[in-house]
Structures are given as structure tokens and as C-alpha cells.
């Protein structure tokens, strides 16, 4: 059976459109849009000598009922929908009427056409409305992760964006302590500042917070303002004590700016802004990543290097503090979870290394140590044995008490090698 006959069957249905007479032939050529398809169809039908076929389009088609039609009216509207919004990449999506999705497969049908020939009115209208999009606004589509999601809404006859959030890589110094990382909202009152019946809460002084600042509030609102976001999720690789420093070149993060409608801004201005306007943390190597790298940094197992201030119980000599020491460096210990965080972590045993440790007493019943080791290595319990709960430990092979009382990490592994840039970012950048 011919092409020329297949298509007679279709237009035996009733009055379509170039572009639903051409849908159902999709697979079969290349290069051509469905309208182009369906013009040529018409027209071959037309020259030949005995069937008096129109040569032109219906005004009405009745299955996709003028919709095909459209495609530059949508395309504006796009336009008109991204209006005051940052991007460089973009992707369409169309919602099909159902009743149009019908007409459709009742073509096929009474054409004798497969249920699955040719493709969907959904695809065209994306392949078609996105093609006018790009060439209005000279801006490349991404199937994969855009700058900008455009859907189409046929049956709500409207277009509405979706702007995907803007990653921001950087690392922190943390120079004060009782900082958390990320917000910690009061307990007592759930966050609102006020009990019911007694007014501000005496816990957090009516702030809604156990601290009153953290890492994640001295730089989200700052990089989320300027790139007029909605809000930021900080996200870090792992996390020091509230009590410890963060030093040395400081900890990986990233920053998901959700919603943000712009993205160029810039980044080191804007580190040393943070820096300058805060007593608490220092920011510096900020760059845009793509969006792989929040779960990168998130599931990264950094080794790190502490420094530690350590309370001994009883007197210990330099000999003796020298030779455990010894016990401790380079070997594998076993920690269950600590008393102090097992109410947020499972209970198990892990195996973790103590890459380097080394120290001298400061006098008889204090200590500064500096370790090296694997990454979620507990290092308070290190020192402590946390009742028998990490072996060996300091306090089991001198067999005196001992207590961490100051801690400062010094480094994190970090994810500072080369990674990939969004799109967004290489085009500003000139690349």
C-alpha cells in the first residue's frame, strides 16, 4: 500500500490540517516538519489526474481543532513568560487536552494506522514551540537539566515556567565558636519564638532559634539576594561540632539558590561581601556548579586534620603520651555510634583510620594533639573512649580520663578540582 493511499484513508476521516495529516508519516521521512509533510501529501494528491483533492489546508481540522495552528502564538507567549528571568537553556513540555489525545488516536484507527505511528501532538508541539522559542530568544534547549522549564498548557490555554535552581560552590572558614552549620530552630517552641499562653519563649529569648546564627544564615541570604531567589538549601560536606573552628582553607558547601531569575552576578564580589559583613564565618572560591555537585558534595567522605586542646584527669608525662600516641598512629579503631549523637544516627560499629596523630604536653594534666584521619572518624571519642564505646582510644591506653575541651579543624579533602561549569556560566564567561 503507498504513502499516497495511506493518506487518502486519513483525509477520508474528515477535515485536518496539514500538520495532522503529515503526524502519522513522522517516521517515515527525515528533515521534513509534520505540516511539511502534510502540504506535500496534499499536493501530490492534488497532481494527480484522477482524484480533484484541494491543494490547501481546511480551515478547521477536527483533531487537533486548530491548535496546530499555534505554534508562533505559544512561542511568544513563552517569551512573554521568561520575561526578567536569567537563562541560557531551556526545554518545552506540552499538556495535550484529552480529548485531543483522543481525536488522535481515532485517527489512526479509522485510518487503519498503528495506535503508535508517527508520534504524539504532545512531541510536535514541543519540537515546534520550542524551535520559535530558541530563535525568538536565541537561547539552546537542554533535555537534560535547562536553566528554564516552559510548559505549554493547551487544555488551560496558558505557558508557565519553572526556573531550576543555580548551585553555588564555595568553601567556609568558621571563626567563632557555638556556630552550627545550618539553622537550628528551638525545640521548645517549634521555631515560632512564642508559647502558647505565655508569650517569647524563655529558651531562645523569643528569637525561634537554639543559636543565633549559623554558617547556612550568614551566607545563603546574601548569595540568595542577588540572585533574587526564593530561598537557599545549604548543603555541606559533613560538618564540624557547634563548638569546633573551621580553619585552614576552610569546608566545601554548596548553595541550591532555588528559583533564582538571575544568574549572572559576581560570585568573588560577593564572597568577599559575606566575608566582610560577618564575625562568624570567612567564604572564598565560590563558583556556579551543575547540580551534580550538591550530591557529590553531600556524599563526600573528606579525611580531615584536627587540632585538639585535651583535659587529662591525672598527671601524664610526655613519655607516656608519646608512647600511646604510638598505639594510635596509623592504626584502624572500632567506634560505635557516640553517646552524644545516637539519637540522630543508627547504632553501629564502624571501622575508621587514624592516619596520623602526634602531640606534647602543654603541662602535667593538658595536651595539644593534631590528627589525621578518615573521614567520620570521631574524634572527641578518639580521645575519650566514650565509655568503652571506641577502642583503642587515648584515655584506654594511658588509662586516665581524658576530654577534649577545644577543637579546630584545620582541613578538609575537598572537591576543588576542576568540575564542570553550567551552561550559563561558560556563555557569560566567554568560553
Not at 494527480?48 to 512561542?75: K, Q
Not at 557516640?338 to 560499629?349: E, G, K, Q, S, T
Not at 578518615?374 to 586516665?400: C, F, H, I, N, Q
Amino acid at each position: 500500500m503507498t504513502v499516497l493511499e495511506d493518506a487518502r484513508r486519513l483525509l477520508a476521516t474528515g477535515p485536518l490540517c496539514d500538520a495532522c495529516l503529515g503526524r502519522p508519516f513522522a517516521e517515515r521521512s527525515f528533515g521534513l516538519t509534520n505540516p511539511d509533510r502534510g502540504r506535500a501529501l496534499r499536493t501530490s494528491l492534488a497532481l494527480e489526474a484522477d482524484e480533484p483533492y484541494e491543494s490547501t489546508e481546511p480551515a478547521e481540522c477536527w483533531v487537533c481543532e486548530g491548535l496546530c495552528g499555534r505554534y508562533d502564538e505559544f512561542a511568544d507567549r513563552a517569551v512573554d513568560a521568561v520575561e526578567g528571568i536569567d537563562y541560557v537553556t531551556y526545554q518545552v513540555g506540552t499538556r495535550v487536552p484529552p480529548l485531543v489525545e483522543e481525536n488522535g488516536d481515532l485517527l489512526r484507527e479509522e485510518a487503519g494506522f498503528a495506535a503508535d505511528a508517527g508520534e504524539p501532538l504532545r512531541k510536535e508541539f514541543n519540537r515546534e514551540v520550542g524551535r520559535r522559542f530558541g530563535a525568538r530568544t536565541d537561547t539552546e534547549v537542554d533535555f537534560e537539566r535547562p536553566d528554564v522549564q516552559l510548559l505549554v498548557d493547551l487544555d488551560a490555554d496558558e505557558v508557565s515556567v519553572t526556573i531550576n535552581s543555580v548551585a553555588v560552590y564555595g568553601r567556609y572558614r568558621k571563626v567563632e565558636r557555638d556556630v552550627p552549620q545550618t539553622e537550628w530552630p528551638c525545640s521548645n517552641c517549634g521555631g515560632s519564638g512564642r508559647l502558647h499562653g505565655v508569650g517569647p519563649c524563655p529558651e531562645c529569648d523569643g528569637t525561634g532559634y537554639r543559636y543565633w546564627t549559623s554558617v547556612e544564615q550568614e551566607i545563603a541570604p546574601t548569595l540568595v539576594t542577588a540572585l533574587r531567589g526564593d530561598e537557599g538549601v545549604f548543603h555541606g560536606a559533613g560538618r564540624e561540632d557547634v563548638d569546633a573552628l573551621m580553619l585552614g582553607e576552610g569546608r566545601p558547601f554548596v548553595l541550591e539558590v532555588k528559583h533564582p531569575h538571575r544568574r549572572t552576578v559576581d560570585l568573588a564580589a560577593l564572597a568577599e561581601e559575606i566575608t566582610e559583613a560577618s564575625d562568624v564565618v570567612e567564604v572564598e572560591g565560590l563558583r556556579f556548579a551543575t547540580n551534580d555537585m550538591i550530591e557529590r558534595v553531600k556524599s563526600h567522605d573528606a579525611s580531615k586534620t584536627y587540632r585538639m586542646t585535651v583535659e587529662f584527669a591525672e598527671p601524664v608525662s610526655d613519655d607516656e603520651l608519646a608512647a600511646a600516641l604510638e598505639e594510635l598512629r596509623g592504626t584502624t579503631i572500632e567506634q560505635r555510634t557516640p553517646n552524644r549523637v545516637d539519637h540522630r544516627r543508627a547504632d553501629l560499629v564502624r571501622e575508621r583510620a587514624v592516619y596520623d596523630i602526634s602531640g606534647s604536653t602543654t603541662d602535667d594534666t593538658h595536651a595539644t594533639l593534631v590528627v589525621d584521619g578518615a573521614g567520620g572518624l570521631y574524634v572527641k571519642e578518639l580521645v575519650s573512649g566514650d565509655e568503652g564505646r571506641t577502642e583503642p582510644s587515648l584515655a584506654g591506653l594511658l588509662g586516665v580520663e581524658s576530654v577534649v575541651t577545644a577543637l579546630d579543624v584545620l582541613a578538609v579533602e575537598g572537591e576543588d578540582e576542576p568540575f564542570e561549569q553550567p551552561a550559563f556560566f561558560r556563555e557569560a564567561d566567554g568560553e
